[in-house]
């Protein structure tokens, strides 16, 4: 539901197709992301050994709340969106699907849903 209400917004918005094309490649990679381990949290905890990097860190993670801050519509979509497919992700698991099965129907749902509720307001304001 999250996803179509997503595409309804873009759609109003009128964006330009290469815009689709990065919600739509976003959305491949959140997919991605949250089904595949593709970050591995041990490898990041010796860079917080050096205050250098710790300063450097703390000051970017203050310039991104600011940026949230600044832009808290664009977040709070883009949070509901992250939990959207984390709770996709976790039913998947509860069934026991294979990976590449969960990545499928976080796929398939996601960018379906983002597809229909483009199509769905295309579809509203043109013929109603």
Known sequence: ????????????????????????AGIFLLDS???FRLLDLKTIDPWFQSDI???????????????CIKWIN?????LV????GILAKLETQVYGLKKWQSFGILLIISEGSFGLGTALYILLKNYI
């Open 1 to 24: 539901m999250s996803y179509s209400i997503f595409g309804w917004s873009l759609a109003n918005a009128q964006v330009s197709l290469l815009l689709y094309l990065v919600v739509i």
């Open 74 to 78: 664009i977040f709070v979509h883009a």
């Open 81 to 84: 969106l992250v939990s959207a």
């Open 33 to 35: 992301i949250l089904t």
């Open 53 to 67: 990097f710790t300063f450097i860190c703390a000051i970017f993670i203050a310039f991104l709340f600011v940026v």
